[in-house]
């Protein structure tokens, strides 16, 4: 399945920001299927108001939010090319601003419709959750929405829990083993820094450690991270050396080498920030 947290950062002086983690295996049974699955997505939300000429072509609003899903990948990926283009193409002659709660909003009412009719058809295959994360222009705060299926009066239905304002060392858990995920997270929140383990970005570890334990079946590949904050959602790759404990290193996504074919397109390089 997976194994997904989010959590507010504070390390950066007035720029607080929402750190996400993520694994990218995915799994059937006991089956591994994919080892490079992207979880983690950013959700552009654009809105167009009328131009002078009446057709709603003057951009006034755009801003970039992070999604992310555990459990069904064809839920969780399907879902996001649903609503995505729609959040993309939004048209206001007002020139309103759609707040984190009014995005979280039309996901839920997406999600519960598409949930609604492929459970029908898969079962428990279609259970699967999802969040989208990042900073409200309109409340000037960070923000999750988790989206999971909860049982109501006998039928399971696709809910909405809400944390609004995030703060400091504040998290959401995603995924596989929740219970045991959550308890070593806030553990790890409550502990001190440690060499290259900074407590402030300790969730990001907790998974590497679960991807890293050959006893996890469902959790593993490659970590993936991102951040979100005020200027929007940023996706991150990683700088890993050649070889360990020597200088040279190249940067990688999805576990992948970005020095060749795929790192250019063009005569343009894919210029995303990495982190060690």
Known sequence: MTAIAIWCNEEVTNNPSLWIAADSRVTSGQAVLVEDAAKIIGLQ????????????????????????????TL??????????????????????????????????????LTFDEYKVRAGQGAVFE??????????NVLSTYHFH?????????????AYVGM???????????????????????AGEDAPDRPVNRVPRYVIQDRIDDEASESIGGDIQLGIADRLGFHPLTLCKPRVQGQSAAYMSYLGRDLTGGIGHVGEATVGMPGMA
């Not at 060392?169 to 790890?188: H, K, P, Q, S, W």
């Open 45 to 72: 939300v654009l809105c167009r108001s009328p131009a002078a000429d009446g057709f709603f072509s003057n951009v006034y609003h755009e801003h970039t939010i992070g999604y992310c899903f555990a459990g069904s």
């Open 75 to 112: 839920m969780g990926q399907n879902s996001y090319l649903g609503f995505a283009p729609m959040l993309n193409n939004l048209i206001s002659p007002t020139q309103y601003v759609p707040s984190m709660a009014d995005i979280a909003q039309h996901v839920l009412s997406f999600l519960r």
């Open 130 to 139: 999802a969040a989208i994360f990042g900073f409200c222009p309109r409340s």
């Open 149 to 161: 299926p909860q049982m109501i009066d006998t039928t399971l239905q696709m809910t909405s829990t």
């Open 167 to 189: 703060r400091s060392r504040e998290f959401v858990y995603l995924g596989d083993e929740g219970a045991t995920m959550r308890e070593r997270i806030a553990n790890a929140f």
